[in-house]
């Protein structure tokens, strides 16, 4: 009788466990969605979590946020507090996320529609993680189209 209640509850204990650690493992293509959604809600220090503490983020272009960032304060500092000066209305839509294997670990691929006053076009984004927290962002925008929106201030 003790090993028939012991069986179950050790079953019950296992599947709570690997329930809790699914909780918290993300795929690389959730982990970037869910750094995106952070970013969108201005939610900074949920979004510094998904990263390296030595993340190097670089947007390319000569703009007001291009550069290369290294850290998550540099970027948010850099990069998500300037784009709204600059872009107001500033929105990013999702089109296509597609992750590979490859030399450099997991790189994520995204396409977006970028959106702000007077701009609509296009964005590339390229992720790399290492573990399940994104090492490094390259940002591949419509660069002109962007320096002609720019509010100029």
Same mark, same amino acid.
């Given at each position: 009788?003790?090993?028939?209640?012991?069986?179950?509850?050790?079953?019950?204990?296992?599947?709570?466990?690997? @329930?809790?650690?699914?909780?918290? =493992?993300?795929?690389?293509?959730?982990?970037?969605?869910?750094? @995106?959604?952070?970013f969108?809600?201005?939610?900074?220090?949920?979004?510094?979590?998904?990263?390296?503490?030595?993340?190097?983020f670089?947007?390319?272009?000569?703009?007001?946020? !291009?550069?290369?960032?290294?850290?998550? =304060?540099?970027?948010?500092?850099?990069?998500?507090?300037?784009?709204?000066?600059?872009?107001?209305?500033?929105?990013? =839509?999702?089109?296509?996320?597609? !992750?590979?294997e490859?030399?450099?670990? +997991?790189?994520? @691929?995204?396409?977006?529609?970028?959106?702000?006053?007077?701009?609509?076009? @296009?964005?590339?984004?390229?992720?790399?993680? =290492?573990?399940?927290?994104?090492? +490094?962002?390259?940002?591949?925008?419509?660069?002109?189209?962007?320096?002609?929106?720019?509010?100029?201030?």
């Amino acid at each position: 009788m003790k090993k028939l209640i012991f069986i179950p509850l050790m079953l019950l204990s296992l599947s709570a466990i690997a @329930y809790h650690h699914s909780g918290e =493992e993300l795929s690389p293509i959730d982990t970037v969605k869910k750094a @995106y959604s952070t970013f969108a809600s201005g939610d900074t220090e949920a979004w510094a979590k998904l990263h390296t503490n030595d993340l190097k983020f670089t947007v390319h272009g000569k703009l007001p946020h !291009s550069g290369t960032h290294i850290g998550t =304060e540099s970027v948010i500092k850099n990069v998500f507090e300037v784009i709204p000066v600059h872009w107001p209305k500033f929105q990013l =839509e999702m089109l296509n996320i597609d !992750s590979v294997e490859g030399k450099l670990g +997991t790189t994520v @691929y995204v396409l977006h529609k970028l959106t702000a006053e007077d701009l609509n076009t @296009y964005a590339l984004h390229m992720f790399t993680l =290492e573990g399940n927290r994104i090492k +490094t962002f390259s940002a591949w925008d419509d660069f002109d189209s962007m320096r002609q929106a720019m509010v100029k201030n």
